[in-house]
């Protein structure tokens, strides 16, 4: 089977880079993969219009390079890992775990048995992994739990202890809005950095994985630093809207 | 008639701010357009993946705001100019135009009789537009012709006396193989400088409008000072790979 | 914030004229915005072909309008239901609530913290709603539940105080069915009617909204006197079985 | 080879009931098919967002019952005229033919050799028509070129005798604005009408069709009437703009 | 209401031959159905990239022949199970079931009050279906449970007590999984023999259906005089693999 | 820029394998691409509802293997060819042409000046292709024009001195239409045969390349020890019916 790049560059501790996708344009999709990210992540929580039909394209053309295609699936829903997977996903990221079943949920969702539950039927996913798929699929597919709610820091201990969980990833926003804080990113309140800090050690001392969603190159990097490493450092929209305003001011003031 | 505001900018001699887009994707259309752009160029020419099912829905995206839609089409060809007409775009690029004949033919296209040859039958464009179209659309609609080959700048006088005209748009890199030059933008080899100031001045000449397509905010910062105005300033996939290299630069090194 | 026109309109207690739309096509959608209703309600339950990707793509249509974009949602299921405000709905119709906790689980999907549990992370939704959406949304964005069972009328008092729903909207054939009854709109018989009425009382006595899917305009009109105020008068797919019929006949036969 | 309805009813000098479809909605394609027309004209010229893709999707979706599915496409170009056929359309109107080298031009690409230079290759067509589709192809296709030129109508008698074609199908605003006349439908300016009645004449003389786009059922009854056999009768777009504005203005006023 | 081929065809103890699809292209369910099978199975599961809105359109390509179309839905979810019975599926397969209550949950959502919850709203049914589909649909709708466990094994003859279902779908591979046995198709280690005889001996004795995914035309007719009467003898991208491979050698090595 | 693995083979007098593809489908491009074929034809001529949309997202599937993409465009279009060029397509087939001049026009549309006219702009195709592809891509891209009426087979030699073309491509069903024989694959009738030869002669003693469209692998293998080198030995559509047909003559009779 294809080797899962990411968990080769966490198994070794070397930093991984990743993009973020809110778009389902397989176009866009190739382009931020030759850009020369390790992973993107394709959004189908807060990502637009992102449905089964163009989340396959997408990973079809992100395979044309060997970034890795992530997704965060839009709910622990375990029909849509299983499609997410079957079309050739190799890491997901599941939003809003908040106890120890729901970790159990989304990793027995990604592992086929005796590990979890997930049905036999690769389609793409052979295609993509090779032949001997569904026997490696389990070492190889990633999958991340969001930790993004106080009382899911709470557990995250417990959570960290749950078979087939590759680590954690932070939505730091809703964690804000859950510590009654306004959501943002790079937040500095100390109660949500005590949480971040509590997930990330959690996840360390179990041999897992932290990542964080970031405001940018320059937090991904710090974060990295503290341990975290799946931080991404920009989405599609973010460059389009970004870019597209930049130029405009300086098209028209002469000055960035 | 709902006014084109691109055109109300050429009469009042104020600077168009305008951005390109290279994918069909209507949620990166609409990102576009509320970044503050004037106008928005869909290229279904050498953009990816844009047929005429997408390019409708990219004239909606836009049309939530009151950025205007402007197409290159990917020819001289009545039939899509037609198309994206009866859709909603207020603006038409028409690539390759080399000759009178090739002018009379674009021209044509983008005007119902007696000035030209358009059909009548407003389906998208009477929604946009308004129940006055068919009257008012030959005043309105804006059609540039593209002047990308030496032997077409050798008869710009001539062809910006084609009636239906509002003016040319320059496509530099072409217009330098056209040279034996390499192709790029922002071309200062004298003979390519020459024929882009004799475009601008048969242009000025009949009272039409002169555009380039430029390598970014600065040049066609300077383009409008040299009398340039119609100058796409940078574009959705241009936005994404640069800021996705910048970004991975950044969280890589550290510095920018 | 962009504000909620059609709430607006409930707090004036004004009628609201509501479309319906079955189909997912986008010029379509802009059509039936551009005809002057208040909302068109996409109907992602029983409509045909309404996945995620073509119910963005008609909500940016119908922006182009100040027509409200509704949804009704496939199934009480907060992933679809977070999916479609990100994506820029101002309304949504949750089927099938049976219950107090049901009702719940609808209105805290709609809902930021403390009031509910929706992730933040508008995508659309802050273009089409403005800056400060994740601020205001709580406040502006509709939430109706379907009550179509007789056992939920039984409840209808206590599910009418469960906090951050703004009303009900009546599936008549479902309740039909419950209480042993065919099917169909505009039904006289007494046990439903009663129902009908005693779901309006229990919305009225707690500020809210009742709504009922009708027969056409003129029972519409005949619900705005009842007390109703969210009555759908006519859809897509109704205009154009019905006009086609009408039309059929009078070139048939040459009367109505 | 299955049969062309439309042929038959030709033959047979029975009236065509003929529906117009301007959306590219495969449902609701197969809602006009079973509302009972014995064809629908899928309108690529003036049609919105009917690219080749849905195209044929809407043959599909006409192809569930016995209509006949025609296309208007956008030019006369043998492309697409190749196209539509292959994937199952069974009569083809080619809008702006204004000479005899036109109608030749039109005729021939539906035509395999020796009366035209069609390309064999059908593929939908085949399952569609049946096994034999090549052989009798030439026989069951429709061909209507389109009269919408004064110009035209002064060469109709000769456009009439060009092997190939069924018949004449009127564009009457086109047809007016070459006469200097406001665009419509239903025109009763003489001189209009004298050209309409040509084309009529012209066709009858050589034992072919003529049509005309028509206003409504009202008309194209009357056109019947005429000797004018393939008379759109609606639109999807007109019934559901003209349907929510009849709900509309009964659901405010009570009256219609 | 049109009547259900292949239930016809279990009354009458004929052989069913089924398709099975894991595109969702339209142009190949035409295909398929052309080929001949009683029944197509789109495979919502564990096909590729055959999101709600595709899926409608191969019902519709279905639907131009007799060929009745079948869904495997990716789980057992009641809001999808919904969607495609109302955009025309005639028979639904449910994985996963494990247990009495999952057999009810899935059962129920297929069938109208009183027995089951089935929301009211047939759209593209009505037209496939006919006018009294809702008054129909429960009886000729086909509702198949997956039987893939052997825990669910073990509770068979108690789930085919759920009324409202026709039968059995054993999945072999997750059952081989769940009995410690390498995934596979026509296994014939005696404890997965045993669990699929037992299955079978259940449906029949309550005068169910059992079919079983088979590893091709030789498998399912051995299937067949076993009893099992819903043995999928061969899939689009089967038959694509298998063709091209074979035809690679072919022309390869001149020898198959 | 990467190498045109198909040139390779050519200059190397090795063998090309190739498949053809005729439906849009990105799952079946993927599928047909890991079978092993040198190349895949995308035939956009007279394949299945194949435009620019979804033929773009064909190349990117056939992209994650080394298998190169080739396209039959509808008809000798510089617009399409521009197009399918931009979007990576690696050798284009140009259908129909019949003299000196159609060759002129359909090579120089593959080629950037001084050699042809193609526009400077490659999206996709350099991504695909890599950084220096506008300097490249005139030797990798292959250019095949279709010879397939015996008026282009009498002007084949003169044909074949047109720079930039590598070769012809015959399409023996048109041929033989033209000849007045039916039309079909592998004809064994003499003016047929001697047709065939003299492409192949004309394309040898030029140092190009012929091929021809193949019954299958049996003739494909026999073509190309006549010197043939480019022939489809099966397609997509054909697997799906052959393959079916096999298999439910299998599953009903027990013999193939």
Same mark, same amino acid.
């Given at each position: 089977m294809r080797p899962n790049k990411v968990k080769a560059l966490w198994r070794e501790n070397r930093p991984v880079t990743v993009g973020w996708m809110g778009t389902a344009d397989p176009y866009v999709a190739e382009t931020l993969a030759h850009a020369g990210f390790d992973a993107i992540v394709l959004d189908m929580?807060? +990502?637009? !219009? =992102? +449905?089964p039909d163009r989340a396959a394209l997408c990973f079809q053309a992100i395979s044309t390079t060997d970034t890795v295609p992530f997704v965060r699936v839009p709910w622990n829903d375990p029909a849509l890992i299983q499609y997410v997977l079957d079309a050739g996903a190799y890491g997901v990221i599941v939003p809003l775990v908040m106890t120890v079943e729901d970790a159990r949920r989304a990793a027995g969702a990604c592992r086929y048995p005796p590990l979890g539950y997930r049905s036999v039927g690769p389609n793409r996913a052979r295609l993509y992994g090779g032949a001997d798929y569904v026997q490696q699929a389990n070492e190889e597919i990633a999958c991340l739990v969001m930790i993004e709610h106080i009382a899911a820091v709470e557990r995250v201990e417990e959570i960290a202890q749950v078979p087939g969980i590759d680590g954690f990833f932070i939505g730091p926003a809703d964690l804000a809005l859950s510590l009654g804080l306004p959501p943002g !990113?790079?937040? %500095?309140?100390p109660r949500h950095v005590a949480a971040c800090q509590r997930v990330l050690a959690a996840a360390r001392s179990r041999g897992l994985v932290a990542g964080i969603a970031c405001s940018g190159p320059e937090e991904a990097r710090r974060r990295i630093a503290e341990g *975290? @490493? *799946? @931080?991404? =450092? +920009? %989405?599609d929209i973010g460059f389009i809207a970004g870019g597209a305003q930049r130029a405009i001011r300086l098209f028209q003031t002469g000055a960035a």
């Open positions: 929580q807060h +990502g637009m !219009a =992102i +449905g !990113a790079d937040i %500095s309140e *975290f @490493n *799946f @931080n991404p =450092i +920009g %989405s």
